[in-house]
C-alpha cells in the first residue's frame, strides 16, 4: 500500500473516492490520529490520484458517467481479487468446502476434514485419540475452512476479507499463507485438547489476524491502521463466548479456545517477526 495524501477528519472524502474508483484506483480511507489518510494498492495511479486530490481541493472534481463508473467498478472489484489472490483462494476453499459439506449436513464430507474421524456406522460417533494424525494430518488444518451455518460462514468470510487484505497487501501473499497455516494449527490443537468434538470455522485464524495486526502496529511503524472499534468489538465477543453466554442463551457452543489459541497464536507471531525484521533493520 501507498500512501497519498493525509486529509484532516472534517474533510468529506465520498466525492473523491467515488472519482477514484470510476477511474479504477483501487484504494482505501483509513484513519490515524486525527487525520484521513488516502491509501492506494497500485504506486502506478499515484500521480493520477495526487492530480485528482488537488482537484477536490480546487472544488473542480469531474462528473462521473453512471454506465461508465458502474462497469468500472465491475474491473475495480475483479482487480482487488487479484491483487489479493491469496486472501480470494482461501475465501474460495472455504466457499467451495461450505457447499460440499452442506453446512455441516453431509457427514461422509465432514468426516473426512474434521479433527477427530468420524464413524458413520450404526451411528455416527466421533473415534477419540490423536494418533490417526500420523497418517492423516491434513487433519490440522482442514477444520479452519468446516462451517456450520450460513451465519457462521459469512461472519467468518467478511473478517477473513478484512483482515487477510490488510496482512497480503501491505505484507505479502506469502506471508499471508504462513499465518493461515500456522495460526490454523495452534487454533485447531487448542479448540481440540479440550476433548473429542466436532467443530471448525475460520474464527480461530481471523482472531490470530487480529492480534498479530495489532500487536505489529504497536511494535513496527503502523502500517495496518486498525479501527479501535473492530478490536473492542471483537475482544468483547470473545469475553461472551468465554462467559458461555451464548449457550445459555441457546446460540450453540462456541469454539472458544479456538479463538483464544489462535489470538496469542498471533500475538507470538507479530512479536517473533517485529523482531527478526528489526535485527535485519538494524544489520543495514
Known amino acids: 500500500m501507498f500512501l497519498v495524501m493525509s486529509f484532516p477528519l472534517h474533510v468529506d472524502l465520498l466525492p473523491l473516492t467515488k472519482v477514484l474508483w470510476s477511474r479504477g484506483i483501487s484504494h482505501q480511507i483509513l484513519e490515524h490520529n486525527e487525520d484521513q489518510q488516502l491509501w492506494l494498492t497500485k504506486a502506478a495511479q499515484a500521480p493520477e490520484a495526487l492530480d485528482l486530490c488537488q482537484q477536490m481541493a480546487r472544488g473542480e472534481l469531474p462528473s462521473i458517467n453512471t454506465e461508465t463508473n458502474q462497469s468500472r467498478v465491475r474491473i475495480s472489484l475483479f482487480g482487488g481479487l487479484l491483487a489479493a489472490p491469496m486472501t480470494a483462494g482461501i475465501l474460495a476453499i472455504t466457499l467451495l468446502l461450505a457447499l460440499l459439506t452442506g453446512m455441516g449436513d453431509q457427514l461422509e464430507y465432514i468426516a473426512a476434514l474434521s479433527f477427530y474421524p468420524i464413524a458413520l456406522q450404526p451411528e455416527p ?13 491434513w487433519r490440522l488444518l482442514t477444520p479452519a475452512w468446516l462451517h456450520f451455518g450460513w451465519l457462521h460462514l459469512v461472519f467468518n468470510c467478511l473478517w477473513w476479507w478484512d483482515l487477510g487484505r490488510r496482512i497480503e497487501q501491505r505484507q505479502s501473499s506469502k506471508r499471508l499463507w504462513w499465518l493461515f497455516v500456522i495460526i490454523a494449527l495452534i487454533s485447531n490443537l487448542a479448540q481440540a485438547w479440550q476433548g473429542a468434538h466436532l ?16 500487536l505489529w502496529d504497536r511494535l513496527r511503524n503502523p502500517v495496518f491502521f486498525l479501527p479501535q472499534g473492530i478490536l473492542i468489538f471483537m475482544l468483547v465477543w470473545l469475553l461472551l463466548g468465554l462467559s458461555n453466554v451464548f449457550s445459555v442463551m441457546g446460540m450453540g457452543n462456541m469454539a472458544n479456545m479456538a479463538h483464544l489459541g489462535g489470538l496469542l497464536a498471533g500475538l507470538a507471531l507479530a512479536f517473533i517477526l517485529s523482531m527478526i525484521e528489526s535485527r535485519r533493520d538494524s544489520r543495514r
Open 125 to 137: 460417533y466421533l473415534l477419540a485419540g490423536w494418533q490417526h494424525l500420523f497418517g492423516e494430518p
Open 199 to 214: 467443530f471448525g470455522g475460520l474464527s480461530g485464524v481471523i482472531y490470530g489476524l487480529l492480534g498479530y495486526i495489532w
